[in-house]
């Protein structure tokens, strides 16, 4: 399998890795009526696929480990439970984060899920395999959930009616954010010790996992949404438009991108899984991103806002320089 072999390199895929993460929901944009729990079976379908093709491509290259195929098939069980624990994680936290988000706004979820996860995440991280400069890192992670906040702050002052604070909506974003920084220690653990499982093989069967959750986990949503909308039948899935099907599986394929390299990324040499979780996160920012520039969503934003987002970006670019240079020092 291919294993970066310089830090240029591995800090390339986790660059590449924060801009699929925050990318891939630009897919749910493009498919307006498609109601989210139809949208995620889609979703789940290009997480599988995407983690086949990479472990195909790149995982059946290069001279380090054992190739793909070899490798999920000399996988030892206990690495694999975690590797699957970290996928139902995740799932049950990426679905929670979205109803939270449906409920308290983006203003709300966002800054608690994302922010909350992204420390506990690279704390737990740190503790189970410590790879670069902790001051230099952790200084870096609380730039980046400064600008997180920024970014939430600039979203509220945009809205004309802002919405109530839900303590349904803030308890989910709470939820969802301690889950979601759970999930990358598992990832961790599944590709640590003997008989372990590489990125690429990991990365399946985290996908497996996700699609094994989300049987259980949206098809209750679908009957009962957390948003308080009506019920969801499955038949409207069947109906729904050949585009949007195409988008969701396009849109697991980009996760699924972020997710193997980040992976790949965090074994490489001196990275390791706090920092390159840490960049993952700054996903947020990408997707502040595209609103602003793409999507014009601060067109009429009031100016208070504009320039919360400029001391967003500023917050952002000077946490993720701290935690990339991190492993140097």
């Not at 195409?246 to 899984?273: D, E, K, Q, Y």
Request: glycine share 10%; hydrophobic share 55%.
């Amino acid at each position: 399998m291919y294993q970066p072999e310089t830090y240029a390199i591995a800090l390339s895929f986790m660059v590449v890795s924060m801009l699929c993460w925050g990318s891939w929901a630009n897919t749910v944009k493009l498919c307006p009526g498609y109601r989210f729990q139809l949208f995620y079976w889609d979703y789940v379908i290009g997480l599988i696929l995407g983690s086949v093709l990479w472990g195909v491509l790149l995982g059946s290259a290069g001279e380090t480990g054992r190739p793909f195929l070899s490798d999920l098939a000399h996988s030892d069980g206990q690495h694999i439970v975690f590797a699957v624990l970290g996928g139902i994680i995740f799932n049950v936290a990426n679905l929670l984060l979205v109803a939270a988000i449906d409920i308290a706004g983006l203003a709300v979820a966002f800054p608690i899920g994302i922010g909350l996860a992204l420390v506990i995440g690279a704390v737990s991280s740190y503790l189970i395999s410590p790879a670069g400069n902790p001051a230099m890192l952790f200084s870096g992670i609380a730039l980046v959930v400064t600008a997180i906040v920024l970014d939430a702050a600039a979203y509220r002052l945009r809205e004309a009616t802002q919405q109530k604070m839900s303590r349904r909506g803030v308890i989910l974003s709470l939820i969802a954010g301690l889950l979601m920084g759970c999930f990358y220690p598992f990832v961790s653990k599944a590709m640590s010790g003997q008989d372990a499982p590489g990125p690429y093989a990991t990365s399946f069967f985290f996908a497996l996992g996700v699609a094994a959750c989300s049987l259980v986990a949206n098809t209750l949503l679908m009957r009962h949404p957390l948003d308080g909308k009506t019920p969801v039948a499955i038949s409207a899935y069947a109906s729904a438009q050949a585009r949007w099907h195409m988008w969701g599986i396009v849109g697991g394929v980009i996760w699924c991108t972020g997710a193997v390299l980040n992976f790949v990324a965090s074994r490489a040499h001196v990275v390791g899984p706090a920092v390159s979780y840490s960049i993952g996160q700054g996903a947020t920012m990408i997707s502040a991103c595209w609103g602003v520039f793409i999507w014009k969503e601060f067109a009429t934003a009031p100016a208070r806002s504009k320039t919360l987002l400029a001391w967003m970006f500023v917050f952002f670019i000077c946490g993720l320089t701290a935690v990339a240079l991190a492993p140097l020092f």
